[in-house]
């Protein structure tokens, strides 16, 4: 089974600076069909959690464009510009390439 | 607008069962795979199943295979996740999503909580 590993797995940051989380896949996330369908979702306290990024670096519907997501085969990145407020929350990257689907642990955004 | 409503969580004792409904609409249901994921108190996410948009295809997380069955009924547009044999280690709030072939897990409900003890 593919293992994500997240890291940090918190992450205190300063309103309006720059936030980076990376993913780690123990396998390559390639599909058969050529896709990698690696996802950022950022979950909010008693809240489901919400889709970010899809296929590595494509933001999902509304989703502003100070979030980017990067990487290749087995290392992924999550990048904030400029932290804001109500990005605070647990951050999870997933994978969808291959059955079992996977979370990583989860990275805990706070503000400083 | 796609909404996704899930139901029939509760307080079951360990050896019970339950069944959670989850009932979508806003967009063609038949279309779409859906999956169901957990999530413990205070704890990360974790897949528990999936379903292929005509039933046919299923696959389950370790944990959960032979207890727990995935189904659905396209005609009611809604997907189940039938609960047997619970351990406390079931518990846990569980999601429905939906499974786009381009946007994975792109819709999510707002959950229902199964608690599992005696």
């Known amino acids: 089974d593919i293992v994500l590993t997240q890291a940090p797995l918190s992450s205190p940051v300063t309103l309006g600076q720059p936030a980076s989380i990376s993913c780690r896949s123990s396998?390559?996330?390639?599909?058969?069909?050529?896709?990698?369908?690696l996802s950022w979702l950022h979950q909010r306290p008693g809240q489901p959690p919400r889709l970010l990024i899809y296929k590595i670096s494509n933001r999902f519907s509304g989703v502003p464009d100070r979030f980017s997501g990067s990487g290749a085969g087995t290392d992924f990145t999550l990048r904030i510009s400029r932290v804001e407020a109500e990005d605070v929350g647990v951050y999870y990257c997933m994978q969808a390439s291959h059955f079992p689907h996977a979370f990583g642990q989860g990275t805990k955004l706070e503000i400083k | 607008e796609v909404l996704l409503l899930e139901s029939g969580g509760g307080l079951e004792h360990p050896g019970g069962s339950l069944r959670l409904s989850c009932a979508a609409s806003?967009?063609?249901?038949?279309?779409?795979?859906m999956s169901w994921v957990r999530q413990a108190p205070g704890k990360g996410l974790e897949w528990v199943s999936s379903i292929g948009g005509r039933g046919i295809n299923t696959e389950y997380a370790d944990s959960v295979r032979g207890r727990f069955t995935i189904s659905r009924d396209n005609s009611r547009n809604t997907v189940y996740l039938q609960m047997n044999s619970l351990r406390v280690e079931d518990t846990a709030t569980y999601y429905c999503?939906?499974?786009?072939?381009?946007?994975?897990?792109?819709?999510w409900g707002q959950g229902t909580r199964v608690i599992v003890s005696s």
């Open positions: 999503a939906r499974r786009d072939e381009y946007t994975p897990y792109d819709y």
């Open positions: 806003g967009f063609t249901f038949s279309r779409f795979p």
């Open positions: 396998q390559s996330l390639v599909h058969s069909n050529g896709n990698t369908y």
